[in-house]
């Protein structure tokens, strides 16, 4: 069992930088592919990017790549998602999953609660 909670984000203006932190329980974090996906208001839950069990590798969504960087390190059983030149339709709820490496939700067994990232024009 792994439990996920994010921390960060909050209200930042258009242009601006925020970063998002996901720490998790239990010691089997290291074995997990980490990921983050995002859910707007009305709108259905979408891929942001992911990170591989070891770190070595990543991917991202055509709408994020070249903006945000996602990092993790196993020794704080944590992951980071820094988010750059945020766009007001980047405006959503921010959430971390631990699982397979893949960009499909269902790949993601475990949840976090969700942060909320609001970007002003």
């Known amino acids: 069992q792994v439990q996920l909670v994010e921390s960060g984000g909050g209200l930042v203006q258009a242009g601006g930088s925020a970063s998002l932190a996901c720490a998790a329980s239990g010691q089997t974090f290291s074995t997990y592919a980490m990921a983050w996906f995002r859910q707007a208001p009305g709108k259905e839950r979408e891929f942001v990017a992911r990170?591989?069990?070891?770190?070595?590798?990543?991917a991202y969504a055509d709408s994020v790549k070249g903006r945000f960087t996602i990092s993790r390190d196993n020794a704080k059983s944590t992951v980071y998602l820094q988010m750059n030149s945020l766009k007001p339709e980047d405006t959503a709820v921010y959430y971390c999953?631990?699982?397979?490496?893949?960009?499909?939700?269902?790949?993601?067994?475990?949840w976090g609660q969700g942060a909320q990232v609001t970007v002003s024009s």
């Open positions: 990170i591989t069990s070891s770190g070595s590798n990543t």
């Open positions: 999953a631990a699982g397979r490496y893949s960009f499909r939700g269902d790949a993601y067994s475990y």
